[in-house]
C-alpha cells in the first residue's frame, strides 16, 4: 500500500517533505533545510550573493520563493543536475538525522507518494499522473541507507540503534550497535575482536 505524504504537520511521514525542518551539513555550509539546499544549488556559480541569500532565508517557503526568482542567472545545467541535488540533500538529511531516518526504514518496501495537488513533476499532481520524482528519490535514499547497513530496531518501540560494520573476527555472529536516541550519536566503544574472542562495548542508552 502506498505511503502518501504532503505538508510538515502530518504525523509521521510529515518529515518527508523538503519543508521540515531537519538541518544538515554539506559542502562545509549548514542548511536549515532540504528545500534551501536544494534552491540555493540553482546559483551556486551564477550568483553567489543570492545563493548565500537562499541559504540565510527564514523560511523554507521564503528560499522555494527566492530559488523560483528568474531575475538571477539559473545556471546552464540545471535541468540536468537537478535530480542528483535533491538526492545528494535528502540522503545527507535522513543520515543526520536517526529518528526520521528510522521513520523512512521503516516503510519498508512500500511507495513513497509526495501527494502535492499542484507539482507534477516531484509529486504525483492532482490526479495522480504526476512523476513522483521525490517519492522516487526518497525511495532510493531508503536502499541507500539500507546498502549502508543502517536498520531500524526497536526496544519496545523507544529504542533506536544503528549498525557498525564490524569484519575480521571469525566468531562473530550478532551485530553491533550503538544507540541514537536522544542526543547520543557516538558509541566509545565497538566490539574487540581479539584470537576470535569478541567483547561487548558498553551501550549508550
Known amino acids: 500500500m502506498a505511503i502518501y505524504f504532503y505538508g510538515t504537520r502530518e504525523k509521521p511521514y510529515g518529515c518527508f517533505s523538503n519543508f521540515s525542518k531537519h538541518g544538515f551539513e554539506l559542502d562545509e555550509l549548514w542548511w536549515p533545510t532540504t528545500e534551501h539546499y536544494f534552491q540555493a ?96 528519490i526518497l525511495m532510493t535514499v531508503r536502499e541507500i541507507l539500507r546498502d549502508r547497513q543502517y536498520f531500524p530496531v526497536s526496544n519496545e518501540g523507544t529504542l533506536n540503534f544503528e549498525l557498525i560494520n564490524i569484519l575480521a573476527c571469525p566468531n562473530f555472529q550478532e551485530p553491533t550497535y550503538f544507540s541514537t536516541r536522544g542526543t547520543v550519536t557516538l558509541l566509545k566503544k565497538r566490539w574487540a575482536c581479539e584470537n576470535g574472542e569478541c567483547e561487548e562495548p558498553d551501550r549508550l542508552a
Open 41 to 136: 544549488q540553482k546559483f551556486v556559480n551564477t550568483d553567489r550573493p543570492w545563493y548565500d541569500k537562499i541559504r540565510e532565508a527564514k523560511t523554507p517557503k521564503e528560499a522555494a520563493k527566492m530559488g523560483r526568482d528568474r531575475t538571477h542567472p539559473l545556471r546552464s545545467d540545471w535541468e540536468q543536475v537537478k535530480d542528483g541535488i535533491m538526492q545528494q540533500g535528502v540522503l545527507k538529511k535522513f543520515e543526520t538525522h536517526a529518528d526520521i531516518r528510522e521513520i523512512l526504514l521503516g516503510t519498508g518496501d512500500e511507495k513513497l507518494v509526495e501527494n502535492s495537488p499542484t507539482d507534477y513533476y516531484w509529486g504525483c499532481g492532482k490526479y495522480g499522473s504526476g512523476k513522483n520524482k521525490l517519492g522516487q
